[in-house]
């Protein structure tokens, strides 16, 4: 296997081009690759062109649209099969804003969505949901109140095809052909919501995020533009990440719809034995994952399965060393990125040709940052940025379906960040993720990369817990079997690092929590750690 050449710089990403519409961009993705490319396939290796994508999009866009509003936020509880694009393409179509469910959040988080983004109604999938045995969850959603004596509704993909006959079929092959003009009469503006997601609540309530049309397009060019040629139309992505959150969107799925690739989608990253084996099957050339995620297929895969992909993009937790050892014997080359939610969601990301050791890459073409002074750090600051990638704002609980817009369009992503320069950010940590011991600010983040050289084998996360006489101490969580601090002490002074930094006890778990798209779960970690604190 041979990579392409290196770029010698990024391609032109053109903000202006980018305000559009999701539906509009996929369109022109059509007119300049043809209606004939393969453009999805799923689990059940049925591929669908692009030029089918437009006609199912406007099909199923138009049943939904019958019983909606122009502008309606309905939910969407699907998971990574071809009907999910096709559904979410044909609500942009028809003017309609798709609100990502989280269906692995449990009852009380789906809820708290529905009162946030003032949903009335959510699409999901009988075979779906009797497969992933959610029965319990859609009968507690079907008893939501949305409006005074009106409870949510539950619409399901298969009873909505059983109606359509052969006049609808006939109408959406018609439509198909203008498709450009049928969207003209129904769409939203680039500025207006092109889809709400939800904040994965890992340090707090989550929170809607509303990401207009233009910003969904602009990062799926700015990703492309910035990998000036790495990335090519000729690829084949594979996206185990689900839809719900922004990675598995946009990076993962969107990115490469509107650049002309074919895209593979997986309904469970944690698959870890099946994704390798559908890899090597689809020959896909390029995977979005987590380090969680490719630790597991890489230990999973056989000789070959995995010789088909020439880069990983990864971002949601830092990779760590032996990752990229493990990857890089199968000839990949892992680039990991940087972002957020709020930022659709990506702000930075490495490439073979610019990066250094511990780094997330460079800012992606047409984002501006600041970073902000914060008390005790003396490296970096806290970043806040600004682009055409930035959301319109959220929405709250205290204020459902109420838009709370962004200050002059920046953006505080909480971040503790230094930009070196060659224009490449380190990131030091969150915000929150800061500790303060003995009157030393300590990244959390800092620590865990410490234990984590020790034991590369092992998941670790590092936590603050109140100390009465210290204010705060630092405790370790982690899956590594005879964890000692003797043996952290010992490494921190190889390393010159204080002993003070050194967690002050240890709790040896099974697993660690995390979330869907495994990121750790900071609220639910900090949570047993306490119980475990108590009962110990």
């Known amino acids: 296997m041979t990579s392409p050449p290196l770029p ?91 609100a990502m469910l989280n269906f692995s959040a449990g009852l009380k988080n789906l809820r708290s969505a529905v009162q946030i983004g003032a949903i009335r109604r959510v699409v999901t999938s009988r075979r779906f949901i009797a497969t ?82 233009a910003n969904l397009v602009s990062n799926a060019r700015q990703i492309f533009a910035h990998a000036g040629g790495l990335l090519m139309p000729s690829d084949t992505v594979l996206n185990p990440l689900p839809i719900f ?4 969107l946009t990076a993962a ?14 309904p469970s990253p944690l698959h870890y034995k099946e994704i390798p084996k559908l890899i090597a099957a689809t020959r896909a050339t390029v995977l979005f994952a ?6 597991g297929y890489g230990r999973a895969a056989e000789t ?58 460079a800012f992606l073409p047409g984002i501006e940052y600041r970073l902000e002074p914060v008390t005790g750090i003396t490296e970096g600051g806290r970043l806040h940025v600004k682009g055409p990638n930035v959301m319109s704002g ?36 969150r915000a929150k993720r800061f500790a303060k011991v003995g009157g030393e600010m300590i990244s959390l983040a800092a620590v865990e990369a410490l234990v984590a050289a020790m034991w590369p084998d092992a998941n670790h996360v590092v936590l603050s817990m109140p100390d009465a006489r210290k204010g705060e101490q630092l405790v370790l969580m982690t899956d590594k079997r005879g964890a000692d601090r003797a043996t952290m002490i010992a490494a921190a002074q190889a390393e010159g690092i204080p002993e003070l930094w050194v967690p002050k006890a240890i709790l040896v778990v099974d697993t660690i929590p995390t979330l869907a798209t495994g990121k750790v779960d900071f609220m639910a970690a900090n949570d047993l750690a306490s119980n475990l604190r108590m009962s110990g």
């Open 394 to 429: 959220y929405m709250l609980a205290d204020k459902p379906g109420v838009l709370v817009p962004t200050k002059d369009g920046w953006h505080d992503t909480g971040d503790i960040i230094d930009v070196d320069s060659e224009g490449l950010v380190m990131i030091k940590g």
């Open 253 to 266: 799925t969107l990115m490469p719809l509107l650049n002309g690739m074919k895209v593979v989608l997986y």
């Open 304 to 361: 070959d399965d995995l010789k088909s992909v020439r880069y990983v993009i990864a971002g949601a937790e830092k990779v760590k060393d032996q990752t990229r050892v493990q990857w890089g014997k199968y000839g990949a080359t892992i680039l990991e990125g940087y972002g957020a939610t709020e930022c659709s969601p990506v702000i930075t990301c490495n490439l073979p040709h610019r990066t250094k050791p511990g780094s997330v890459g």
């Open 245 to 248: 959150h922004s990675f598995g």
């Open 8 to 98: 010698t710089k990024a391609l032109v990403f053109d903000a202006a081009s980018a305000r559009t519409t999701l539906f509009s961009a996929l369109l022109e993705t059509v007119r300049t690759y043809g209606a004939d490319r393969p453009a999805l396939e799923d689990v059940e290796r049925a591929p669908i062109t692009y030029g089918r994508l437009v006609l199912g999009a406007l099909v199923l866009g138009n049943a939904l649209a019958r019983d909606t509003r122009r502008g309606e936020v309905i939910g969407l509880m699907l998971p990574n099969v071809n009907g999910l694009p096709v559904t979410l393409f044909g609500l942009n179509a028809y003017g309609r804003v798709p």
């Open 290 to 295: 987590t380090d969680t995620f490719l630790q």
């Open 132 to 213: 992933a045995k959610l029965e319990d969850v859609i009968a507690g959603l079907s008893e939501t109140e949305v409006t005074p004596g009106k409870k949510l509704e539950i619409v399901y993909l298969e009873d909505i095809r059983k109606k359509l006959g052969l006049k609808d079929k006939i109408g959406g092959l018609l439509r198909s052909k203008f498709a450009a003009r049928v969207h003209k009469r129904h769409a939203l503006g680039p500025d207006q919501p092109g889809v709400m997601l939800f904040t994965s609540g890992t340090e707090g309530t989550p929170k809607g995020v509303v990401l207009s049309n």
